[in-house]
């Protein structure tokens, strides 16, 4: 079947802020889908209101609104465009919920727009959890016992006919939310109020527990012939009980028999076309009892989902862009395959490798949060890494979690007390994989791991296998001792060389300088979706200890972009939109870009944004290697917030070329002593401040300062540990828990100035130039962190001498830290004083904001500044703004009930919203000047 030519415009609904359980994948996913129905010739429209996102960038589509995700602004945008169908599916429920809402209004029959790529007949048969229930019992699926209930009393007579252990599913949420497992009666009455309140239309399933049962999810692609193929299978390495976003998953599935997988593969096929009419993408989620096989449906998601973005990269085939060219009329087989491009896209996707996803999550920002894992999805972000086998992919996966290990284990931060591993074992926590490996490494039997958690034996064998080895390793003294074949096998079931030289106590530089002597180096391999078997015209590169090598440099001049790996508070989706633009510029200039990133969820790995990508971790020893076989002319840091920042010295160390601010700047602004004397020397004011090594030393500071101060590490991102303290006691327990959790850092203590108000200012500077890009002034009062403040722009209520102040400042400290590129500068003013708190050379979590609310491509300018290409003066920059633009943060509180929600200078929020006012006296303005704090929340 052919395009649809009725359909010339198509409006795609976007999924709002990121919060847990819905976060940048759907940036992914609209992205690839607006692509690629304007690669057909399609008018796209589309809405969102985050303005961090690549999808709400002009290039993005033809017309984009920065908007509520509300039925009056989808009836104004119908008003204004002549939209011919609505695409709803790559929005997340986000975007489905205001789709159904607005059909329930009549607003696409007024319009006379149609739904595509979706059928909410099917979606509401899906998200109705008795519904689905009956239906899978009709077309023979087995599903665990379940009832419906709509009352209290419902939910218990439930309880009683299924009895315990039970299940509690609300219908119509996102990411777990208010579901849970109960264990004993006494749990059921306040797990059953939970549900019911968090369901929006108050109804929850009350469901048989199938605990300890494997579980696996597909994707899956149909069109309007109904042709069905599956993408991906992908198998969670914990058991059922976890939720997905919150498990370690592995792809293609290890633990499958064939039968077993063609009974799945049957299933869920018959299951996606017995749901409606519609063609693009599904999820379908089963579960399997390990003894028999048998096999039961648990839910299915007639949409793009959240696993949608990582079957693409694990893959290479492109799902959401597919899916949106099903959705107007096109059928699989006359689609090509996008990587091979000379394949037909009903060609299904084959691995020759592993991969592994592992969530990322900031429990240390919620303080009072329940660890323990369920059915409530808790994770801010997650990694993905490539390898030839499972324990490489894994190890890998470790690697790029940004919370300092080498790898699984080895690496000084093993456990050694058997009663605490088998406990923590047991009540699953986010480090459970860890304490899995050390209990097998304290000699743990492998049938009492599985009995604690019910994970599969073929993964326990998998990780004893590094137990074994890591006990060989530890009979030599020397890296020279190692036998060469040995070396080979280590590197290739994933070890870094800190590891290995953690194992036999020595460095690291001892460790690699000998492997390579061996010629035991990385070599690259192609994610080509066909194991090989067509040639792949997409340069998308993973790394192992192969002998042949498939990543082949040219002669071009080419500069590495890094990434900032995976999502958390304080380091979001806003640095993976820098990035993007910072290639774009990078090819714009004529360079080869190249990226390296470990986040599925992104735009910037997409295979087809940079000239060249390695999806690796962005830890140094993978790093290294890619330089060495690329000989770039530099990289760039300032783009992936901290997580590139913090290589600087190492790359500093090896002589390897930064673009824009060099290592020095970059450490003088980090060094709170040094940048106050920069300060000093340049007439700016600072807050009186001290760095301390020891407690001692900081209680002298605190006092010289005066209370209260602000206390904080050096060198971390979103405000972590930083906390206003205003006694001894207060700044001694906190120091002490600084150094116990951050050894080797500096504590800076800072005057807290009380009352202040606060504003930053985002700049460009050339080495002779600065741009001021924007100056927002932020509602609440210092005191808060300013991600998890509402910031105006421009300011609201700041004098014009505060504001030249500001500026002045700026152009001082940009030229005395001989900035090129970006510099974000916070303040505070007190009685018309400015004091410079912080300035940060790199990209800010504000940077896309303000690119957003003005309309100019700063990244785009300061990326060209940066690697030397143009200087301000090339530029005609006009910014357009009319009235004010306002960041609203938003939480994800609703995961941790009993979580301190009292805000300060740890930042807490998951995502942020933009809205556009036209004056001060607007409704929405005036609600958050009412709301804001008098008073310090401590």
């Not at 008795?130 to 007579?157: C, T, W, Y």
């Not at 690796?616 to 690329?630: A, C, G, K, M």
């Not at 001692?696 to 972590?720: F, H, K, M, W």
Request: glycine share 6%; proline share 4%.
């Amino acid at each position: 079947m052919p395009l649809d030519t009725s359909i010339r415009s198509v409006l795609i609904i976007g999924s709002g802020p990121i919060i847990i359980g819905q976060a940048c994948e759907f940036d992914y996913s609209g992205t690839q889908a607006s692509r690629s129905l304007r690669e057909e010739g399609i008018e796209v429209t589309l809405i969102n209101s985050n303005p961090a996102t690549i999808m709400t960038d002009p290039m993005t589509a033809d017309h984009v609104y920065l908007e509520p995700l509300t039925v009056a602004s989808l009836e104004m945008i119908l008003q204004e465009r002549q939209i011919d169908a609505v695409l709803p599916t790559m929005g997340g429920q986000t975007a489905l919920n205001l789709a159904i809402e607005a059909g329930k209004q009549g607003l696409w029959e007024k319009y006379n727009c149609r739904l595509i790529g979706v059928d909410l007949n099917a979606i509401e048969l899906a998200e109705n959890r008795e519904a689905f229930r009956q239906h899978m019992v009709d077309i023979g699926m087995k599903v665990a016992p379940s009832f419906i209930a709509n009352s209290f009393l419902e939910g218990k007579e439930a309880a009683q006919k299924i009895g315990y252990p039970l299940v509690i599913r609300p219908s119509y949420t996102l990411g777990g939310t208010g579901g849970g497992f109960v264990h004993t009666a006494d749990q059921f009455d306040e797990a059953l109020r939970r549900g019911l309140n968090a369901s929006p239309t108050h109804e929850v399933l009350v469901e048989k527990a199938v605990l300890g049962w494997k579980e696996f999810e597909l994707e899956l692609l149909r069109d309007a012939n109904d042709n069905v193929i599956i993408i991906c299978t992908v198998e969670n390495l914990d058991p059922m009980g976890i939720h997905t976003g919150d498990s370690i998953t592995v792809a293609p599935a290890m633990t499958l028999s064939d039968t077993a997988y063609q009974d799945m593969r049957d299933s869920a096929i018959r299951m996606m076309r017995s749901l409606g009419n519609f063609a693009g993408g599904c999820n379908v989620q089963f579960a399997q009892n390990p003894e028999n096989e048998e096999l039961i449906a648990i839910e299915i998601n007639p949409r793009v989902s959240r696993s949608s973005a990582l079957a693409s990269k694990a893959t290479g085939y492109p799902i959401a862009k597919i899916a949106a060219k099903l959705a107007i009329g096109y059928t699989l087989d006359e689609l090509k395959n996008q990587v091979t491009q000379n394949t037909s896209a009903l060609f299904e996707p084959t691995l020759d490798y592993v991969i592994v996803k592992m969530p990322r999550w900031n429990f240390e920002k919620f303080h009072g949060s329940d660890h323990k894992l369920g059915l409530q999805m808790k994770s801010v972000g997650e990694v993905m890494a490539i390898g030839r086998n499972f324990l490489e992919a894994l190890q890998k996966a470790c690697q790029s979690q940004e919370n300092n290990r080498y790898g699984l284990g080895a690496d000084k931060k093993e456990w050694i007390r058997t009663s605490d591993i088998l406990e923590r074992l047991e009540l699953v926590s986010d480090d459970r994989i860890y304490r899995l490996k050390d209990a097998l490494r304290l000699g743990v039997p492998e049938r009492t791991v599985y009995k604690l958690t019910l994970i599969d034996p073929w993964f326990i064998r998998q990780i004893k296998r590094l137990v074994k080895m890591e006990e060989r390793i530890m009979r030599y003294n020397v890296a020279e001792d190692i036998p060469e074949d040995f070396f080979r096998e280590l590197k290739e079931v994933g070890y870094s060389d800190a590891q290995i030289a953690w194992l036999l106590r020595i460095d690291e530089v001892e460790v690699t300088r000998q492997r390579k002597k061996l010629g035991i180096v990385r070599t690259y391999k192609l994610v080509d979706t066909c194991a090989a078997e067509f040639e792949a015209k997409t340069p998308y590169y993973y790394s192992t200890f192969d002998r042949e090598n498939e990543s082949i440099p040219s002669n071009n001049k080419k500069i590495v972009v890094l990434g900032s790996g995976p999502n958390r508070i304080g380091q979001g989706i806003e640095f993976d939109y820098c990035c993007v633009h910072g290639i774009l510029a990078i090819k714009e200039a004529g360079y080869e870009a190249i990226m390296i990133n470990c986040n599925p969820e992104t735009v910037s790995t997409d295979f087809d944004i940079a000239d060249k990508l390695y999806f690796e971790p962005v830890y140094w020893e993978h790093i290294e290697e890619i330089l060495e076989l690329e000989k770039p002319e530099g990289v760039i840091v300032q783009l992936g917030g901290q997580t590139a920042l913090k290589l600087a010295e190492k790359f500093h160390e090896k002589g390897i070329k930064i673009f824009g601010s060099d290592f020095t700047s970059m450490d003088l602004a980090e060094d709170r002593g040094a940048f106050s004397d920069l300060l000093k020397d340049n007439d700016i004011p600072y807050p009186r401040y001290g760095a301390a090594v020891d407690t001692d030393e900081a209680l002298r500071i605190a006092n010289e300062v005066t209370y209260p101060v602000l206390v904080r590490p050096s060198y971390v991102l979103g405000g972590q540990r930083m906390r206003i303290v205003i006694n001894d006691d207060e700044l001694e327990r906190h120091v002490l828990s600084i150094f116990k959790h951050m050894p080797n850092n500096k504590v800076l203590i800072d005057q807290f100035l009380e009352r202040a108000k606060e504003a930053e200012i985002d700049a460009i500077c050339d080495g002779e130039n600065v741009h001021i890009m924007g100056i927002m002034e932020l509602i609440e009062p210092a005191g808060f962190h300013s991600g998890d403040s509402s910031a105006v722009l421009p300011t609201y209520s700041l004098s014009d001498n505060v504001l030249e102040q500001m500026k002045q400042h700026t152009k001082k400290l940009a030229m005395a830290l001989k900035i090129k590129g970006l510099i974000n500068i916070q303040f505070a003013i007190k009685d018309e004083h400015v004091y410079v708190i912080e300035a940060n050379p790199r990209a800010s979590r504000t940077t896309p904001f303000i690119a957003k609310a003005y309309q100019v491509p700063y990244l785009n300018i300061a990326t060209q500044v940066m690697i030397g290409a143009k200087k301000l003066t090339d530029f005609e920059i006009n910014k357009k703004l009319e009235g004010y633009a306002i960041k609203v943060p938003v939480f994800s509180f609703n995961k941790f009930p009993n979580v301190d929600k009292a805000l300060g200078p740890e930042m807490k929020s998951t995502g942020e919203a933009i809205r556009f006012i036209e004056d001060l006296k607007d409704p929405f303005f005036m609600e958050l000047e009412r709301n804001r704090s008098v008073y310090l929340t401590r």
